[in-house]
């Protein structure tokens, strides 16, 4: 989804005597909080609006220092942005980089093409939007009225997609959805988008609402539409032939898959060259599906770059070690491997991963672990929390933000900066989410080698 300011302007409005200008998200909440206690009216406006500004300001520059002052700027001392001497990374959009909006055009008709064929939806959902490429995570489908939003740092609604064309106003936005937070832990409604996968079903969404305009008013129809687009997402990721999803990417891997560069292959060679240091694959993807990308972009001797493999990881509950219901480590795949190259293994947790490194890389000591992602909630997040390691959070869409070498705060400022913050200016649900996950942000894995030479 594009972001563009809404039709309205933001207005200023006087707080009591002491005429305090106050924006829009403030506003609606001092509006509930004076429906609660009109007594108490003006103490408490000016009490939360304070907070609030003291809160928002320093969110805002916390979040541009840990964004923009690695790898542009020199890393602060103390270790922060330090990766330690174990060192592991998810495969699909961080060792894996996609070509868009080719790899966006090919999981969107995919898609369309199983829902078309399979479930009899128009012909019209065949037509690749022009703006398929634009719709970025951290969105949130909400499921009860089939529209895409935007939330600020606090998940007040802040912009609206109704299709491929409209947006709504904000006099809309407060008539359909009002002006309190939304509570993304109703599952049941609302879906955020998380990963680069996931971003084209919200055009296939918002494709359909306009070649039906009922949509929104339909829960029967929203119901089949979104069960039938989950089947469709994984069958396509699940090799159902109908898609022709594999097989373009098994046919030209090259028109989806960026080919990496020498410099951070012999970058990835070297984090397993001292003593005490070791690399390592934790991915969700299958077996097969590594196989068919991961040549693609690094060549046919990729495996020799780690020194453990695991797929079918069922991140996040891989990071739970707790968690006793878990499948054990065990080799997937039955093909012959050449000496020196690290097995695969599927399922199991992050302890029994760490128990194997101990006897391939050597170590009695806790080892010291930084986890590469992109899914800020299953790979980063869950690291972070689960496991206590450090995270490193791969962001493609920083690249988009318009700034080659932002100075401080400078995110929030460039005119392309809508991943980040809100059509009001403020930062954005998805920007508080990076804030809060990661310890170092990054847009590409070739930014950690590079700073590395450095």
């Given at each position: 989804?594009?972001?563009?300011a809404?039709?309205t ?8 005597d002491e005429?305090?200008?106050c ?8 509006v ?9 009216g003006?103490?408490l406006?000016m009490?939360?609006?304070s907070?609030l500004?003291?809160m928002a300001s320093?969110a805002?520059l916390?979040?541009a ?13 103390g270790?922060?942005c330090a ?7 998810d495969m699909?959009?961080t060792?894996l ?8 055009n ?7 093409t199983?829902?078309v064929k399979?479930?009899?939806y128009?012909?019209?959902l065949?037509?690749?939007p022009a ?8 969105l ?6 089939g529209m895409v939003l935007?939330l600020?740092?606090a998940?007040?609604v802040?912009h609206?997609q ?14 359909v959805?009002?002006e309190?937070p ?6 049941e409604r609302?879906m955020v ?7 084209p079903?919200?055009i296939?969404?918002?494709r359909f609402a306009?070649?039906?305009p009922s949509?929104?008013?339909d829960a029967?129809?929203l119901?089949r ?6 089947e469709?997402?994984?069958m ?5 032939s109908?898609?022709?999803?594999l097989?373009?990417?098994r ?6 898959i960026v080919r990496?560069?020498?410099?951070l292959?012999?970058?990835l060679?070297?984090?397993r ?6 690399s ?7 077996v097969?599906?590594?196989n068919?990308?991961?040549p693609?972009?690094?060549g046919c ?5 780690f ?7 069922h991140k996040?509950?891989f990071?739970d070690?707790a968690?006793?219901?878990r499948s054990?480590?065990i080799e997937a ?5 050449p ?6 293994y599927q ?10 490194l101990r ?5 009695n ?9 992109d899914?800020?909630l299953t ?10 390691w450090?995270t ?11 700034d080659e ?10 005119p392309?900066?809508g991943?980040?913050i ?5 930062p ?10 990661a ?6 894995v070739?930014?950690l080698c ?5």
């Amino acid at each position: 989804m594009e972001d563009r300011a809404d039709q309205t302007t933001e207005s200023s409005s006087s707080l009591g005597d002491e005429d305090v200008e106050c924006t829009e998200e403030a506003e609606a909440i001092l509006v509930e909080l004076m429906e609660k206690n009109r007594q108490q009216g003006k103490r408490l406006r000016m009490h939360y609006y304070s907070k609030l500004t003291a809160m928002a300001s320093r969110a805002t520059l916390d979040l541009a220092a840990s964004i923009n002052n690695f790898p542009h700027g020199p890393p602060p001392k103390g270790g922060r942005c330090a990766l330690s001497p174990w060192v592991g990374f998810d495969m699909d959009h961080t060792l894996l980089r996609y070509r868009r909006p080719e790899f966006d055009n090919l999981v969107y008709t995919s898609m369309a093409t199983r829902l078309v064929k399979k479930h009899g939806y128009p012909k019209g959902l065949l037509a690749v939007p022009a703006n398929v490429g634009t719709m970025q995570r951290g969105l949130v489908i909400d499921m009860k009225y089939g529209m895409v939003l935007k939330l600020d740092w606090a998940c007040h609604v802040a912009h609206v997609q109704l299709n491929t064309y409209r947006s709504l106003r904000r006099e809309e936005i407060v008539s359909v959805y009002g002006e309190a937070p939304v509570n993304l832990s109703e599952e049941e409604r609302w879906m955020v988008l998380t990963t680069g996968f996931e971003t084209p079903m919200a055009i296939l969404l918002l494709r359909f609402a306009v070649l039906r305009p009922s949509l929104h008013k339909d829960a029967e129809a929203l119901r089949r539409f979104f069960s039938h687009t989950h089947e469709a997402f994984s069958m396509a990721f699940g090799g159902d032939s109908t898609t022709g999803f594999l097989r373009a990417l098994r046919d030209n891997p090259q028109q989806y898959i960026v080919r990496r560069s020498p410099a951070l292959i012999q970058w990835l060679r070297s984090l397993r060259a001292g003593p005490g240091q070791c690399s390592f694959i934790v991915t969700n993807a299958s077996v097969d599906f590594m196989n068919l990308v991961m040549p693609a972009a690094f060549g046919c001797d990729w495996r020799y770059l780690f020194d453990a493999i695991v797929v079918s990881a069922h991140k996040p509950a891989f990071f739970d070690s707790a968690d006793h219901r878990r499948s054990a480590l065990i080799e997937a795949g039955d093909e012959e491997l050449p000496n020196g190259a690290p097995r695969v293994y599927q399922g199991g947790t992050c302890h029994e991963l760490v128990q194997y490194l101990r006897g391939r890389c050597g170590g009695n000591q806790p080892p010291q672990v930084s986890y590469v992602g992109d899914h800020l909630l299953t790979d980063v997040g869950a690291a972070k929390t689960k496991a206590g390691w450090s995270t490193v959070a791969v962001v493609e869409e920083l690249e988009e933000q318009g700034d080659e070498q932002p100075s401080h705060g400078a995110q929030f400022s460039t005119p392309h900066a809508g991943y980040l913050i809100t059509p009001q200016g403020q930062p954005s649900y998805w920007a508080r989410v990076i804030h809060e996950s990661a310890d170092i942000t990054v847009s590409d894995v070739e930014q950690l080698c590079c700073v590395s030479q450095q």
